[in-house]
């Protein structure tokens, strides 16, 4: 029996690399300065894809470091809100990680 190999990619939020199947591709949408993220889940919308772990916790180190732009090749800041509602991530109306949710679960005053 012969056993095929799964194609590999690297999270853009922790760096580590895993199979497509457990990561979430992910896509800019938009023209010009104002692109947003959107999750692609079946792979297939169009156009140059970044791939994150279906994880929070890379979600936000991702948002933190500016990973998407810099892997999706978009220049500015790209609205991320979409994807912090797939992934369920805590997030303000500017699309920024919510600090002061995350430091009250660590127990630190914000």
């Given at each position: 029996m012969?056993?095929?190999a799964l194609p590999e990619r690297t999270c853009v939020g922790c760096r580590s690399r895993a199979s497509t199947k457990e990561?979430?591709?992910?896509v800019a949408v938009g023209a010009g300065a104002g692109h947003s993220l959107r999750p692609d889940p079946a792979r297939r919308m169009p156009g140059r894809g970044a791939h994150v772990h279906p994880d929070p916790a890379c979600f936000t180190q991702a948002v933190r470091r500016r990973a998407f732009g810099r892997a999706l090749r978009v220049t500015g800041v790209p609205d991320h809100g979409e994807l912090a509602r797939h992934l369920d991530a805590p997030t303000t109306t500017s699309g920024q990680p919510d600090r002061t949710r995350v430091a009250s679960k660590v127990g630190r005053p914000t």
């Open positions: 012969v056993r095929r990561l979430l591709r992910v």
